[in-house]
Structures are given as structure tokens and as C-alpha cells.
DNA sequence: AACCTTAACTAAACCGATTTAGTTAAATGT
DNA sequence: ACATTTAACTAAATCGGTTTAGTTAAGGTT
């Protein structure tokens, strides 16, 4: 069974390769080729299992039908999970997914960009590191499609899809307040990327709402690298130092679960001694000891709205403007905070 | 900046766009470029950020330096994991890696296959449903390069890298039976997938080395898609039947998460009344409650057999047969069996 | 009968690289 | 002084499709 390309059939048929190729992409009957011809290029298309040889075909159509996905990592499970909405919702339309890791690496997201166009990717998903201003603007002076997710440049005006990281954050902190939990640390990354920077926003809003000064040394800004070694010190200093705090904001779910661990190691009853809350969670949070409350971000609509953006650029329907959306999250209060 | 092509170096340069491709792939030397031309060409290409349209290199080298992975689930934090040490260590050697989950149905897989292969894949990478024999079968006719990992064809001569599913489900079985447990359930997928066939066995002969007979009731073979409900019945009927048991061996980590769960939500105290195990593991089983004594998997070193092994292939360094690599899990204890 | 349409096709250019099979002019050998 | 070698290139074919710009022959007009 060796493999065939269009000429084969061109010439066993005693057609053009014109007219195969024209019947094979549904262009027949526009095109005035007879139906008898069509029905036996169709035929023997289908008998030898002709497979059109995508590298050809989006060489010269300048079209490849994949799409880039370029996130932090692919071994996260939030990007996981949304990296599998986005294949299934782009397979559905025909597109296949060329994925990379960044692995928080600007450089390496650059190079990605650059890799992924020269693979003549018909349209990017970024989850960017935010320091990618210049690949960012030169994907927008050529118009290329591209949807940013999970982060994005909030001075610039691209399509983006994002949670609304200040409002979750709040809507954690404002939980424990209103149990009653008056010291509050935060448990965040080193800012930087702006959903860090607006959770740590939406914590100080709620201890403001609830007129509770703004204690410095209950923030732990963690370098992600370190976050092993640095949580460790965080907790320590927050639960064991002069003035001890009765309830910790972790703005991840790898920073909760991490928090928790070592808690537990410490032997501090959670949410006796302190309560717990993290943005984003992971599967088993509600079978942890204690279920952690968490705010969740909605991954299926994520997923969905960042294909749908993408594939209305790539297939040019909307051509008007950018569009940014903002979605909720949501509160699943569990036992970590008592109750 | 106006994109640039190999032919407008050559224009602007006034050499042949033979020139510049040999100079640009390091050929220039064994092809006797003179070492001003060969500076010029490698000058005006990085000052003018030169880089090939990968389709077009694909096309006339017959290589893509891509690599296609197809896998159950994306989404699944094992495939997840290993998709992550897949990607880095293509990326490391150059290549880039295109995802595709199958959702274990096997016609997809097929399609999916094909699809690969007309991208042009230089290689694939499969955790198999085990039903594409054809497919699996025209590959090796065809010597087209490719690993299958997690599940293979153990009647076929292919490349594989799987773990010992069998050993470590008896590991965490005889683990029960060390600490007297002597009800064991087992709670596992229909069977039809290698792995999940060996797991079983596993518990069987864990059972017998201990001259416990086996109980039919006390096994309970679930089909995936219907997990959620299915499990609820199994565990009830373990649980709550006329012949109660004493343990029970999950053959997944997600079987394992959701049956803690309903375990919790009928109060049956763990380990006290029911002791559980579970093959594989989620990063928060040692967080959970109680912390879920599990045989964890070589993620690592998984990925990184299946991509040397496909390297090999690709690069045709070594030609003789096939390699199958079978890799141990380790038993983690934590409290999920009492101590 | 000359002219115009139209149905049914096809030759050849093209996409952007790689690579084979030369060519040319200078240097070297005898 | 002529043949041979070599350094330094290049023209053109090729990869496998898509697409533009025709061509040809039959049928319809006037």
C-alpha cells in the first residue's frame, strides 16, 4: 500500500492534478467538472486512502490549520485543564494544537512566538510571561490573530480572556472577615504579572472594607522558583513570630496546598488556630483535611471564549476591534475557614 | 520590518539562494563558501531577523522536526505530567511537540494518527487505547518511528516504556494484607486496557500469596465514562453489604479521590473501618485526609525514556529492534492503612 | 456562417525552502 | 603549454499541494 499524492491519481485517472485537487476540496461543482469526474476522483481518493500532505498544503496556502498554545506550563493542572478545552473546542473546528511551555521564561516565550510563526501557525493562545511587549506589538502591527489568556498586557488593546483576579481575591478575604478572622496574612507570588499584582489588590480592598490596617508583615511576596524553601520561612514568621495571624490567603493553589502541608507539619490545627483560603484549587481540595475554600476559576469558559475569539479572527468574522473578557469566579466555601 | 525570505537574501546579497541556504545550515564549509561570503549572508540574516518557513523546510527535507503525542487526556494529571518532561526534552533537541487526546476512543486515536502522520510528524508518541492494531500495525510496516507508553500491544514487537502495573498493585495489596487487612476490595476500570488487566492480576495474586480466596463480590469493574455514578454503587455495596470489607485497592487515582470522597459523605471512618490504596497518586494525597498510601509512577523518567528511545529512532542511530522498557513504581506510605 | 457562450477541463506558476548536478575561473601539476 | 584539480559559486529540479489564467469543443444566436 504505498502512499499516494494527488498526481498519482491525477495520472491514473487521466485527469489534471487541477481538477483532484479541486473535487477533493469541494470546489468541484463551482469549478464546472462533471459529476461523473467527481464521483471517480472521489472514489478512488477514498479506496487508496489519499491523505493531502499538510506541510504542501499549508505552504501554499499560506494556512496551516494549527494553532500555537504557548503557557506557563503544561504540567500545571489549571493549563492542563484548559489546554484540554482548547484542543478538543480546535479539533472540533478542524485545527490542530502546537503546544509549548514557558515556563515563565520571556526569552523563551519569545523564542516560542518566533517558533510557533515560523511554523506558520494560523493564530496564538498566550498565557504570557507579560514581559513579551515586543513580540506582543509586532503580533499586532502584522495583525496576526492571537488571544491572550490567563494574562494579559492591560495597557495594550488586544483579545484577552481573564478571570477577575481582584474581585476573587476579595471575595476569599472578605469570607474570612466576615467569620471574624481579623489577622490576615497573604501567602503571593513576587508581583509581576498582573493577576498577582490585582489578588494582592482585592486583599488589601477587603481589609480596608473592613477598616483592619494593612499589617506589612503579614504579606509574603515568594519568589515561584523558591516557593518550597520561601513558603516555609513565610509560615513560620507568620504563625509562630510576636504577633501570630489566625488566617493565611494563598493566592495559588500549589502555594495553598504547599501552606497546608507545612501547617500540618507545625502541627497548627487548620481552621481552629488558622484558616485557610486559596485562589484557584486543585481536584482534591475537597478531600483534603481540612476541604479547602477556595475561589474557582471557570476553565470551560475560559477555554471556549479564547477558541472562539481566535477562530472569529483567524476565519476574519469579526474584523471590528479587540475584545477583552472578564470572567467570574467562583466562591466554594468549604471547611478550612470553620464555620 | 517587512518579512524576509531566503530568496530576497540572496537578491540583496547578489549570491544564489543556494548560498545562503547552505551558509544558514552550517554548510557552508563542507560546501566551500568563502568566509567573507558565508560572514555577509550570516550578518544580513540576523540583522534582519531571518528565520525559514518551517512548512517549506518540512516539505523539501521530508522532516518537520515536530513530534506528535496522543494521549487519553491532556487534562488528566498523569498524561499532563508526562506531556510536560515530553515537551521540555523535545524542546531541548529541537523539536516541537503537536497534542491530540483520543478520550480512549479508539477511531478517534486512528484519525488522529492519520492526522499526525499527514502533518508529517517525524515521530509519534502514543499511550494507546490498545484497539488500533491496524494502525499500529501500518506504522511498523512503514518503519515510521514511534513509542508507545503507559499502554502497548504486548503481543507486538514495538517500542514501549510502561511501568510494572502488576507489581504495584500487589505492592499496595500485600501492603493491606501486612496490616491484617483481610477484606480487600478492588475497584478498578473494566478491563481492556492492558494496565488495568495487569493491575488486577496484581490484586489477585497478592490474594492468593496470602491464601486469601478471592471474593467476586468484592470486585468491582467500572466503566470509566460512568465512573462517578458506578463507584457510588461499588462502594455502597462494599461498604454497607452483607459481608463488609475491611480495605480497598482503587486502581486509579481518580477512582481513588472519588471514592475517599463518598467515603467520607457515608462517615465511614479510613483507615479505622476501611483502609484504602491506590495505584498512582494525585499531588495532594499527601494532604488529604487521611493521606492516601499510593504506588507512585516514574513521571520523570517515563518521559525521558520514551523521548530517547524516539530520538533514537528518528535519527536512526540505533537501527537493531525495539526496545520495551518496563519501569518500577514505588510504594509511598502514608496513614490511609493506619500504621 | 460567423460569433458568442458555456461546460469541462488543463498547463504552468507558485508557496519557500533544500539539494543535485553542474559551471567558471584560477591554481597546480608535469 | 596543456590537462587536471580545486575553490567558489549557481541554475534548476524538487517537495506536494493550490490557484490563476487559459484552452478546447460543443451548443446556441442572429
Chains 1, 2 share one sequence.
Not at 23 to 48: R, W
Not at 96 to 104: A, D, G, K, M, Q
Not at 319 to 330: A, M, N, R, S, W
Request: aromatic share 8%.
Amino acid at each position: 500500500m504505498k502512499k499516494v499524492y494527488l498526481k498519482d491519481i491525477a495520472k491514473d485517472l487521466n485527469v489534471s492534478k487541477t481538477a483532484v485537487s479541486l473535487v477533493l476540496n469541494g470546489k468541484g461543482n463551482e469549478n464546472k467538472i462533471s459529476q461523473e469526474t467527481q464521483q471517480k476522483i472521489i472514489e478512488y481518493a477514498k479506496k487508496h486512502n489519499y491523505i493531502p500532505n499538510q506541510l504542501a498544503r499549508g505552504l501554499s496556502r499560506g494556512k496551516s490549520e494549527t494553532i500555537g498554545l504557548i503557557i506557563p506550563n503544561i504540567s500545571d493542572t489549571f493549563y492542563s485543564k484548559v489546554a484540554g478545552v482548547i484542543e478538543r473546542k480546535a479539533k472540533e473546528n478542524g485545527y490542530t494544537v502546537l503546544f509549548s511551555s514557558s515556563y515563565e521564561n520571556p526569552e523563551k516565550e519569545g523564542e516560542l512566538i518566533q517558533s510557533m510563526l515560523n511554523r506558520q501557525v494560523d493564530g496564538l493562545i498566550i498565557a504570557s510571561t507579560q514581559q513579551n511587549q515586543k513580540e506582543i506589538d509586532f503580533l499586532k502591527k502584522e495583525k496576526f490573530p492571537f488571544v491572550l489568556f490567563d494574562r494579559h498586557y492591560p495597557s495594550k488593546n488586544t483579545d484577552y480572556v481573564v478571570v477577575d483576579n481582584y474581585d476573587g481575591t476579595r471575595k476569599i478575604t472578605e469570607h474570612l472577615l466576615n467569620l471574624g478572622r481579623k489577622k490576615i496574612g497573604l501567602i503571593t507570588l513576587k508581583p509581576g504579572l498582573e493577576p498577582i499584582a490585582q489578588r494582592l489588590l482585592g486583599y488589601k480592598d477587603a481589609l480596608a472594607t473592613f477598616n483592619i490596617d494593612l499589617d506589612k508583615d503579614y504579606i509574603f511576596e515568594i519568589e515561584r522558583e523558591e516557593y518550597i524553601h520561601e513558603i516555609e520561612k513565610a509560615i513560620q514568621s507568620l504563625v509562630l513570630g510576636k504577633n501570630p495571624i489566625d488566617a493565611i490567603v494563598f493566592s495559588t493553589h500549589y502555594l495553598a496546598s504547599q501552606g497546608l502541608r507545612l501547617l500540618k507539619k507545625l502541627n497548627i490545627s487548620v481552621p481552629e488556630k488558622v484558616a485557610i483560603v486559596s485562589f484557584d484549587e486543585l481536584s482534591a481540595f475537597d478531600i483534603v483535611d481540612p476541604p479547602i475554600t477556595s475561589v474557582i476559576q471557570p476553565i470551560n469558559k475560559i477555554g471556549c471564549s479564547v477558541i472562539d475569539i481566535l477562530l472569529n479572527k483567524i476565519e476574519g468574522i469579526s474584523e471590528q476591534g479587540t475584545k477583552g473578557i472578564v470572567l467570574e469566579t467562583k466562591l466554594e466555601i468549604r471547611q478550612s475557614c470553620g464555620q
